[in-house]
């Protein structure tokens, strides 16, 4: 795939609003990638969306992936 999520940013509506599968879907229609893959590149432009735009985000760190299990 040649990237780890840094710098796309098609999914990034839904990663900052905590819809997790749509951001996922999203990435993996963009990417070509398989699910396992979309959901790294997602987690990694969490983190970093997280870290360079923190008042972004309506919830903790451990209430958005509260009910996400994967």
């Known amino acids: 795939m040649g990237t780890k ?15 997790i599968i749509l951001g996922i879907k999203a990435l993996r229609d963009h990417l070509g ?7 790294d590149v997602y987690t ?8 360079e735009r923190p008042a972004d985000f309506s919830t903790s760190h ?3 992936w509260k009910n996400f299990y994967s």
């Open 5 to 19: 999520g840094d710098g796309i940013d098609v999914a990034d509506g839904e990663i900052i609003a905590g819809r």
């Open 44 to 51: 990694t432009r969490y983190d970093q969306l997280r870290r």
């Open 62 to 64: 451990e209430d958005y």
């Open 33 to 39: 990638c398989s699910l396992h893959e979309a959901l």
